[in-house]
């Protein structure tokens, strides 16, 4: 069975730094891109950043580029988001997903339960 | 980045009923669009993708058409347990341009 599991979810002031981690088990992790996805309270969802299979590529969205850093341990299974210089807007509920081999890891088929990041003073 | 825009951004329909709900890019991805169910407090859950492509396991109520910009999905007979809220996804020119959602569209019971 496939579980994304995620976990260094916090409140933190901002300006502060956090480390978002996710335990991957029932599918070979190293042949998947990964992807964290987040979802402000009560709003859509919104694609945070993707790496390859073997870390070589890694892409953000605009608004954490410089500040969140997306990495893999594939002898862990296991996927990293470091944040850092947190700012309000970074509240969200941040999953964890797996990009689908179907369509080429675009979409994704599995996600962790997801874990709170509440950025505030 | 390519905007998605859904609408309507909700709707109450009845167990039974056809609903269809449509997803504009802002420029054409071809047939590059999922669909994601999602209910409270929980994960979204993937329906299709490639534009009509139904996942694994997805009932066959559920279909999704379109290309260029334009797209829908469709659930041909409303149940119970598809009360949710719905997103659309691109993944045009992925993974060097940013993935989008749109803004989402809430199914409710009327």
């Known amino acids: 069975e496939v579980q994304l599991v995620e976990s260094g979810g916090g409140l933190v002031q901002p300006g502060g730094s956090l480390r978002l981690s996710c335990a991957a088990s029932g599918f070979t992790f190293s042949s998947y891109w990964m992807s964290w996805v987040r979802q402000a309270p009560g709003k859509g969802l919104e694609w945070v950043a993707n790496?390859?299979?073997?870390?070589?590529?890694?892409y953000y969205v605009d608004s954490v580029k410089g500040r969140f850093t997306i990495s893999r341990d594939n002898a862990k299974n296991s996927l990293y988001l470091q944040m850092n210089s947190l700012r309000a807007e970074d509240t969200a509920v941040y999953y964890c997903?797996?990009?689908?081999?179907?369509?080429?890891?675009?979409?994704?088929?599995?996600w962790g339960q997801g874990t709170l990041v509440t950025v505030s003073s | 980045a390519i905007r998605m825009t859904q609408s309507p951004s909700s709707l109450s329909a009845s167990t039974g009923d056809r609903v269809t709900i449509t997803c504009r890019a802002s420029q054409g991805i071809s047939s590059y669009l999922a669909w994601y169910q999602q209910k409270p407090g929980k994960a979204p859950k993937l329906l299709i993708y490639a534009a009509s492509t139904l996942q694994s396991g997805v009932p066959s109520r559920f279909s999704g058409s379109g290309s260029g910009t334009d797209f829908t999905l469709t659930i041909s007979c409303l149940q119970s347990e598809d009360f949710a809220t719905y997103y659309c996804q691109q993944y045009y020119s992925y993974p060097r341009e940013p993935l989008t959602f749109g803004g989402g569209t809430k199914v409710e019971i009327k």
């Open positions: 997903a797996r990009g689908d081999l179907g369509s080429g890891g675009s979409c994704y088929d599995y």
């Open positions: 790496i390859k299979q073997d870390g070589s590529e890694k």
